[in-house]
């Protein structure tokens, strides 16, 4: 709890520097080409249109039912839960990678460890908001206008930001201390993408309850449902599915408290992983 309660503190005293140096890290990454930063949408769009060729292709182009007998076009299901996969996606294996990549430049640094992984985060999180704004006129333009339910978007962002806090702590540890993490990560990911309700309805495939709640245990589950509730304003899915909403903050409690232990504990010897 100690370790936790150090980390959060260390985070909330600087936040300001964190949102100068994720600007400062997406800037970097983009400098060499000639479309800069706008290759940060093109790369997810053109993701989204092979998926939907794909996938489509395999459904028909049918349209994927929601909570209550509603329907909602193929592409903009696809797209409402990938905008938000390619999020977890980046941030979790930029963050995995985040300490051990900035290991020669530790003794220079003026501010805790512990905010690497949150300003990578960051940096792809206005990434992440352009799609977001970019996925609501498209839903806007073809007849799913904004209500009242966009409001949990506050809540799910939140969420995710601090799945994604709490996991990066963990893996951007262990990839300094095994270097294979990260790549066994990168494969894992992968797979977890097929498994998650992305590209697919999994309750449409999937007819066995017992697996289908055992998928639900993917946190992940639950924030992409919660954006689709969201953008189709089915529902206010934090309410709806209270149970859910408990077993997740639970989840990210426990992945919290043990990655700032970890994190904490071995950040001392980090410098001799050189």
């Not at 007998?69 to 941030?91: C, D, K, N, R, V």
């Not at 498209?138 to 799910?156: A, E, S």
Request: proline share 3%.
């Amino acid at each position: 709890m100690k370790s936790a309660i150090t980390v959060l503190k260390e985070q909330i005293k600087h936040f300001y520097l964190i949102r100068r140096l994720s600007l400062y890290e997406l800037k970097s990454e983009n400098r060499n080409n000639y479309l800069g930063m706008a290759w940060e949408v093109i790369n997810p769009s053109i993701q989204i249109l092979i998926y939907w060729f794909v996938f489509g292709s395999i459904r028909q182009r049918a349209d994927v039912e929601l909570a209550d007998g509603i329907e909602a076009p193929f592409i903009l299901w696809l797209m409402s839960g990938f905008i938000l996969w390619t999020f977890f996606y980046q941030s979790t294996i930029q963050g995995s990678k985040s300490v051990y990549s900035r290991l020669q430049m530790l003794s220079k640094m003026n501010f805790p460890m512990s905010v690497i992984p949150n300003f990578t985060i960051f940096s792809q999180f206005y990434i992440h908001l352009i799609m977001l704004g970019m996925t609501i006129i498209i839903f806007h333009l073809t007849g799913h206008y904004i209500t009242v339910y966009y409001l949990q978007f506050i809540y799910f962002i939140f969420a995710t930001f601090c799945f994604l806090f709490a996991i990066s702590l963990i893996t951007s540890t262990l990839s300094t201390i095994v270097r294979d993490v990260h790549m066994f990560l990168n494969a894992t990911l992968r797979m977890l993408l097929y498994l998650s309700p992305i590209l697919w309805p999994i309750s449409k495939i999937i007819e066995n309850d017992l697996i289908i709640s055992i998928l639900k245990l993917n946190p992940l589950y639950y924030i992409i449902e919660g954006y689709r509730a969201a953008l189709f304003g089915v529902d206010w899915y934090l309410f709806t599915h209270w149970e859910y909403t408990l077993y997740f903050w639970g989840l990210i409690a426990v992945l919290f408290l043990f990655g700032a232990s970890l994190h904490v504990k071995f950040r001392r010897h980090f410098i001799d992983y050189l």
